[in-house]
């Protein structure tokens, strides 16, 4: 159980930081606490009592050695033990202080707890995943969330794959940190349309068992890197599906990173891809500008639209009688982000190995790039 009393920590700019302080004699609680560090990638440091303020090092013990200048203010989370808490009562008060324990049953904690200024009273084990979370936060230093970008097509051969790989490509050569998700098990791969069906990293039957907390910073480490970029693909084995707890878990590690991440999805809505939607901020339903496309696409913005509250509507050319791209929207009820250019030789640049959007001055890279304009004052600034 965790109960928040006052403020959360503040937000941290990018970028690893150095691990929690600890503080407590209990020998018990330390290895728990040790434990649940351990599952956060992080090292904490490790004091008795209050640690002095000349130095970091100060009344360490074993456990951590890191060091963190200032000690007990400068430290990014402080967790308590219960036992320890007379001993930093006459610290100085800061946000980013936990006190745990394990009684259940003790109301004295609460008092305690005000006495040195915690911002949470936790209980062990029920708030073990609660804490670990939060250390893994000030660890890796957990600022904006990523710009989240779904894309999927309104019927199959729409182009959406072609268009997630350009969006990742061009907000790539823009400098921002871009992570491309692939989520439809049978679509090829993207790490194929990228031309790094070889390149050495992790899949996604790597991480079917992944549940809880996962490492933004090793989830990145651990995936190809292909044109500048981290792409999160499909090996070619009989594994076509992974956990939606695994889905989850793994979004979310790839948004705490910031910059962007793009999400090839398929046409259809199971649990895994709910779980997807769910942490979208725009989703793209790519159509192309003939009358069977959009009815198709209807059915599935109606599903994806069950989940996902900021659809829009991106046409592809060319155009069928009667319709352009403002028709098409208009038929689907839906906004309009805009037409999706046909860009010449795009065919022969994915034989050769170049991705969509690798021709800055193409038409499919300018209207990935204008798109990124847009969504950057749309969020305020969120890449």
Same mark, same amino acid.
């Given at each position: ?246 889905? !989850? *878990? #793994?979004? @979310? %590690?790839? &948004? ?6 793009? =999400?090839?999805?398929?046409? /259809? $809505? ?21 009358? !069977? *496309? #959009?009815? @198709? %696409?209807? &059915? ?6 069950? =989940?996902?509250?900021?659809? /829009? $509507? ?22 309009? *982000? ?46």
């Amino acid at each position: 159980m965790a109960v928040n009393i006052t403020h959360d920590p503040p937000p941290t700019a990018g970028g690893r930081r150095g691990g929690p302080m600890i503080v407590t004699e209990d020998t018990e609680l330390l290895d728990d606490l040790l434990r649940l560090c351990a599952a956060a990638g992080a090292t904490p440091e490790v004091h008795h009592s209050l640690p002095a303020v000349s130095g970091a090092s100060a009344g360490g013990t074993g456990g951590g050695t890191s060091g963190h200048p200032g000690g007990w203010e400068a430290a990014p989370l402080v967790i308590v033990g219960d036992d320890a808490a007379r001993r930093v009562r006459g610290a100085v008060r800061r946000r980013g202080v936990v006190l745990v324990g394990r009684d259940q049953d003790d109301s004295g904690v609460w008092r305690r707890a005000v006495e040195i200024g915690a911002d949470h009273v936790l209980m062990l084990p029920d708030g073990e995943q609660w804490l670990v979370d939060r250390i893994a936060d000030v660890t890796e230093g957990v600022g904006r969330p990523a710009l989240t970008v779904g894309v999927i097509g309104g019927r199959g051969g729409a182009g959406a794959s072609t268009l997630a790989c350009a969006l990742a490509v061009t907000a790539a050569r823009e400098g921002i940190r871009s992570l491309l998700v692939d989520a439809d098990p049978l679509g090829g791969g993207l790490d194929v349309l990228l031309g790094g069906e070889t390149a050495d990293g992790l899949r996604w039957p790597a991480f079917a068992a992944s549940h809880g907390r996962v490492g933004g910073g090793a989830l990145e480490e651990s995936l190809p890197e292909l044109h500048a970029l981290r792409v999160l693909s499909w090996d070619r084995g009989d594994c076509v599906a992974v956990p939606a707890q695994a889905v !989850r *878990a #793994v979004l @979310a %590690a790839a &948004r705490r990173r910031g910059g962007t991440v793009v =999400v090839d999805l398929p046409r /259809r $809505v199971d649990d895994g891809v709910a779980e997807v939607l769910a942490q979208l901020d725009v989703g793209l339903l790519v159509v192309p500008a003939e009358l !069977r *496309a #959009v009815a @198709a %696409a209807g &059915r599935v913005a109606t599903a994806v639209g069950m =989940v996902l509250r900021d659809l /829009r $509507v991106a046409v592809r050319g060319p155009y069928a009688s009667g319709l352009d791209d403002r028709e098409v929207a208009r038929l689907l009820g839906l906004p309009l *982000a805009g037409e999706v250019p046909v860009e010449s030789g795009l065919l022969r640049a994915t034989e050769s190995r170049r991705p969509p959007g690798t021709s800055a001055r193409g038409p499919l890279a300018r209207f990935c790039r204008e798109f990124w304009d847009r969504a950057l004052v749309e969020t305020g600034g969120a890449v």
